[in-house]
């Protein structure tokens, strides 16, 4: 009867000792889901990516607002956190009254996961007051997150940049 209270808890020791490797080895194990297409997807967010870029340039207010989800947010380098559509319209609708904008954006790397996907980017230009004011130069790094919308496309979810150049010290 003693070895068996001696095994028993080498016994348990075991089955615990081997039960919490193999959990460790299948937390290791990233979850796939079969059914995303992510080059279709990446493909997907560079397409929005550029609709974006070409909706400032052109001046397309109502076409940069259709590719932003309802609710976006967006975190201003310097500023404060524009959180809703709403709010991001009322805040662009005067950026794209005043401004004409000349940027080019390049994309450094895409990734997908599942219904979430982001973007590291380069957003480089310039915006030109309609006033004829002196143009404000930009050379900005952004990351964005986007959600995937129920029809299976893409808008822009969340977005946070700031600046390439160093402030100008006085």
């Not at 290791?28 to 870029?53: F, H, K, R, Y």
């Not at 201003?76 to 009254?97: H, K, Q, W």
Request: proline share 5%; hydrophobic share 40%; net charge negative.
């Amino acid at each position: 009867m003693k070895k068996i209270f001696t095994i028993l808890p080498l016994v348990f020791l075991l089955c615990f000792t081997f039960g919490c490797q193999k959990a460790e080895e299948v937390a290791e194990e990233p979850a796939v889901d079969v059914g995303v297409d992510v080059e279709a997807d990446i493909a997907a967010i560079e397409s929005l990516t550029n609709q974006v870029m070409n909706a400032w340039n052109e001046g397309d207010y109502e076409g940069c607002m259709a590719l932003i989800d309802e609710e976006a947010m967006i975190l201003l380098a310097n500023g404060p956190t524009l959180e809703g559509i709403e709010v991001i319209r009322s805040t662009y609708r005067t950026s794209f009254d005043s401004m004409d904008f000349d940027l080019t954006l390049t994309t450094e790397e895409i990734h997908v996961y599942d219904n979430i996907a982001f973007s590291r980017d380069n957003w480089k230009g310039s915006m030109n007051p309609k006033d004829g004011s002196e143009p404000i130069v930009f050379d900005n790094k952004v990351i964005s997150i986007y959600k995937r919308q129920p029809d299976g496309s893409w808008k822009i979810w969340r977005n946070i940049y700031n600046s390439n150049t160093p402030p100008t010290t006085e």
